[in-house]
């Protein structure tokens, strides 16, 4: 058996002057590219903070380049000390690929595995050359699986697509935690076409599309995941006259997307779709969205637009579902609705949602079909579960968090650690969602059915005004959701559906239990002592223990299973 290749680390620092480069920290190269050349399969390539006025290229091997280290000056190589590559910080070590001018990304990678790009500041590209010289403006991604993050990437060009960052080919990329903001292409900010490309946490500002499609996020392929960003301010169009997909576009038929838990705001589109866009036969599951403020267009769905591929044969419409969704404050009186427009053979499917703030809401060609269900709108639409009464959001401007006379959420209280208030008045959109759809993230009390709008389903929900303990202000979101459900004195389900096990407690007045993961917890203010047996059994195996622990600083006690079932006791 042969031994394992190790890991080479190069390092980088644009202050060594003196002529003596060997990669290592006291003769870094001064030039990425002269480290990238030396570099093999596998290899570590650390940077120092500054400015490298170069545009890179990585091919056919897969390396780690990693920005933000202190490095040395000048005067400190000359002397023969060594950098510091151990202090990393990419936000106070401003480490800067700036592109050179010419007509290439500053960034390509080609065929690079899984290379990773962690910590720089991209800025300087023009890709204005022709074929792939003309996308992806700060990063090009062509094949394999590529990681672009914590990168700062702005005041980039591109000829056609991605003024940031493209990934094609069946480049797999990950495209996490970065700022992408104030550049410019024909398509989209960052723009992929390829299977399983993820798009989390980022911030994609201020961009333009002068074409007619996406300002933000654009992308085609099958299992593409776009979750947590905050995607606002972009534009497409605006020159033109028309153009659609401001904030975020997901098209073509072979295309299925995920999206949860964007900020979709303050995105314009000319014609339709300032917010989101579904075009071209696309399938997309939208839940925990907030699309908010998105500038109105000429004709509709200032919040979403959903449209087929009317060239192709057959009738090919696009197809979304939205889930916990808030889509609020775009009052255009568009005559093809301010917040949902669907056409050509497209298919909305709308649960556990909250409309406000509009004049229009909804328009649907008589090729489409729209439905919705358990729902919060401004004009009646009819249909099961549906209401029009005021959603009741928290006072503060751009707070969409649920008014609750039990617990509402607040992330600016507590000197912005955030906390649990009370409010004088409870929203009706609390424990209003559809009984089929998940509950179990939300807060305890919950009542045993989904809040409508973004947080529904989550920790941070509004809580339900049932019996029960009122929430200890000084828990988080997610540990309140850890303290569980009501326990009523009288005994009985701690909640609906099936119980699984069996809880018996005496000489007690109840208690609070709810999931942990995939475990269960249960606590309770004990006036005396407690006896408690599990019947639970997982896929015929034998019942499973159950530990009691006595927490006694509180005065409570916790148990703990392998299922994130509700329990039932008695007394």
Known sequence: MSAPVLADTYHVDGDNVTGHEDGSAGSPFAEISAAIAQAANGDVILVAAGTYREDIEIVDKDLSLQGGYLGADTQAYGSGAAGDFTTRDPAANVTRIEGTGAATSVVSLVNAGI???DGFAISGGHASGEGRFGDG????????KPTISRCVVERNEAKVQGGGIHATGGAQAVIVDNLVRDNRAETGAITADSDSTTIKRNVVRDNVATGDRCGGICVSGANVEVIGNLVEGNEVGRDLGYGSGGGILIYGQETSA????DVVRRNFAASAGSGIAVQDGAEAVIENELIDANKCPSDGGAGLYVDGADWLPGNVGSKVTLRQVTVANHPCNLEQGDAVYAQYHSTVDIRNSIFAGHREEFFADETSTLTIGF???????????????????????????????????????????????QDSRHSPCIDAGDTTLPFEQESDPNGGRANLGVFGNTAEASLANVGGPAPDAGLSADAQLHQGAYWPASGGDAAPGAADADVTVTGGDGGVFGDVGASRR?????????????????AGAPTLLVILLGLYLRRQFAWYSARSRHDRWRN
């Not at 403006?137 to 394999?144: D, F, P, Q």
């Not at 249909?383 to 029009?388: L, P, S």
């Not at 002592?529 to 019947?535: A, E």
């Open 115 to 117: 290379t990773t790009i």
């Open 137 to 144: 403006g700060a990063v090009y991604c062509e094949r394999g």
């Open 258 to 261: 995920h999206l949860a838990r």
């Open 375 to 421: 729902s919060r709108t401004d004009q009646s639409v009819g249909g099961t579960g549906n209401i029009t009464d005021d959603c009741l959001f928290a006072a503060s401007s751009g707070d969409f968090h649920l008014q609750s006379t039990k617990g509402r959420w607040d992330r600016d209280a507590s000197g912005g650690q955030g906390a649990w208030v």
């Open 522 to 538: 249960a606590a309770g203010v004990l006036t005396g002592g407690c006896t408690m047996r599990s019947s639970t059994s997982q």
